[in-house]
């Protein structure tokens, strides 16, 4: 019996700290930063400004392909080297007209490419856009976007520059939410760009790999297109991070530039960002398949097949599963050895508090126009609960304190501490439950998602991701509703 607890104990501890991996994982990738103005492939790059056909996949987006034409055309590079083709997916609004109103101002720069069989998927639609561009030797590279993101003037000529080198197959922006009023999930979001994407793909450039171009703005060259097979691969979500991988399986390399700057509108809700995330999550479950023999895999590919790689994917890819582990490990412990899971406890929140300081101070100084926009949600970005016990792990005295004066609370909360990794997602798929089917308190969800976290929310999303998958949920382009009010 004693062998028996004492190994039952001994896998609590470990799964305890093995739940502490994304953790270290976000330390060490936040730690990387600040290298990335050493690596910045400013050295290769040039003056260098190919023809550029871009590729607007489009499927009744009437309310933003107007503007977004409109600032295509106010780019800061040679009008004659820039086309602009919106490849309409049967469209049943008023997008036609309003790419074909376009056309006629702009002559020869602006084309609209009706596809009447739709409804396949963002993939196809691309796809069908790109066997046109191929038709002729015309274009020399190609951005891919989104029909709602707004680029700004000089961002096509940075992203341009980095085709100097014939090493470089493929170069992504830096896309921020661009909502001129944004709300408390977009302002969300607009944190979580921050650490995703400018602060997470910086270190990526360092580390020398990319693990997804954003799908709203990706500059291809011609040849690296031609070399995957010259379309994007049509069965999965994750296009954008399908193509990413065979770009760099190519032997070619991927970049971000994190000074072209582009804009897109995020959903104001959590039904819609749940929508748009779990359509996200699914395509990194359909990846983490497809490429199963890549992970630690140094002979399939120097940098995509390293341990950075591998911990920083599955460090995401398996939040939830490490949430779950680190409820579970220390509640075991909590009665097989109650002083080893205190321990436990702190070390964790410890390390998460570590994590959380270095992320605000890393996204304060690398945008810090967007982190004054939105740092209200990055304090609360883990959630308020968590908030409590990461001082109260800081500062022991706090929660001493309180058991001190209140003992009979001590049990309780105890246990809630320990449970709350895996609560607080339970809790934030809540919160995007009561939006769907309650109308009259619309101000709760706001407050339960503060309460338990952001980040607990894209845990929660994730875990819906494997299930969605193990079902066979249909791959249909079940795009997020946009409305045009991206600022400009």
Known sequence: MELTCAIVEAVAVSIVLLASTPVVSGIYQFALVGLSVLKTHLDRSGNV?????????????VAVIGATIERLMKLNYPADRLRVYVVDDASDDGTPEAVLARAEVYPGRVFHVRREAGGEGKAHTLNYGLRVLWQSDW???VLIMDADVIFTADSLLQMARHLADPKVGAVTAYIKEGGAHP?????????EYITATAAARRAQNVLGFLACLSGGAQLHTRENLLAIGGEIFSDTLAEDTFTTFRTQLEGRIALFEPNAIVSAEEPDGLVGLWKQRLRWARGNVQITQAYASLWFNRRRHPTLGSPSMAILWFSIFLMPIFQLFASAGLLTLYVLDPSVAWQLFRVFWILAGVAYLLVLF???AIDTESAKRTWAEGVMFPGFVALILIVGSLIPPVLDGLFGRFPEL??????LAYAWPTLSMVLAWGAKEFEARNDRLRWLPRWMLYIVGYGPFLSAVTFAAYVAEMRGASLAWDKTVKTGKVSN
């Open 49 to 61: 400004m190919p023809r550029v056909s871009v590729v607007v996949p489009a499927w009744n987006e």
């Open 139 to 141: 274009t020399q590279a």
């Open 183 to 191: 709300n408390y999930v977009q302002r969300f979001v607009g944190f």
């Open 362 to 364: 890393i996204s304060l």
């Open 410 to 415: 001590e049990q309780p909360i105890v246990l």
